[in-house]
């Protein structure tokens, strides 16, 4: 079932996200919508407060960047209660966007390489290394689960800069291809 994706200003996605257990209701149903609406948003990551549930779970679907990186050819990955235990390298410049701003594309710096432990759909732990454009997208994904927005790494005068377009956001003045919810 595709969700409607909740946009700037609503406030599910300021909030602190809670940790899940196996006996969570419906998961399995959940994970699969995730992927379903990400898909028909034609999204790369989609984060479970996006969808309206304050839970710490995203999806991720790389396999957009397959052309330029065969290994990512189906790259679709779970995460479930993750930690980011280390973050490496010199920060790198990156052209950002999020289901939550429709159109809006803001470059942000992010440390190129992450150290996660978490939680695939089976409740299977993992520790493992990410890098390039998936160390990218986890490290969005995972600021949604502490209620974190892209647009608040960027530097205040870019903020003030994109005010105006931040507010009609938020006033549900924008167009979208996808169902969205404010
Ligand atoms: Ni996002």
């Not at 948003?41 to 065969?70: C, H, M, N, T, Y």
């Not at 235990?85 to 939550?100: D, P, Q, T, V």
Request: with cysteine.
């Amino acid at each position: 079932m595709i969700l409607p994706i909740y946009v700037y200003g609503a406030p599910v996605l300021k909030k602190n996200a809670e940790e899940i257990d196996p006996a969570y209701p419906e998961l399995q149903t959940f994970i699969a919508d995730m992927f379903e609406t990400m898909a028909h948003s034609e999204g790369i990551g989609l984060a479970a407060p996006q969808a309206g549930k304050s839970i710490r779970l995203f999806v991720l679907d790389a396999s957009v960047f397959a052309d330029d990186k065969p290994e990512l050819a189906n790259y679709k990955k779970v995460f479930i209660n993750p930690v980011i235990l280390e973050r490496a390298g010199e920060k790198i410049r990156y052209n950002e966007g999020c289901l939550s701003f429709p159109k809006l594309h803001e470059d942000v710096y992010r440390e190129p390489r992450v150290r996660v432990e978490y939680y695939d759909e089976n409740f299977e732990k993992h520790d493992e290394w990410f890098d390039g454009v998936v160390a990218r997208i986890i490290q969005h994904e995972y600021d949604h689960l502490d209620g974190k927005l892209f647009i608040e790494r960027l530097s205040p005068l870019r903020r003030k800069l994109i005010a105006s377009k931040l507010k009609r956001i938020s006033k549900g003045d924008f167009s979208a291809s996808y169902k969205t919810k404010l």
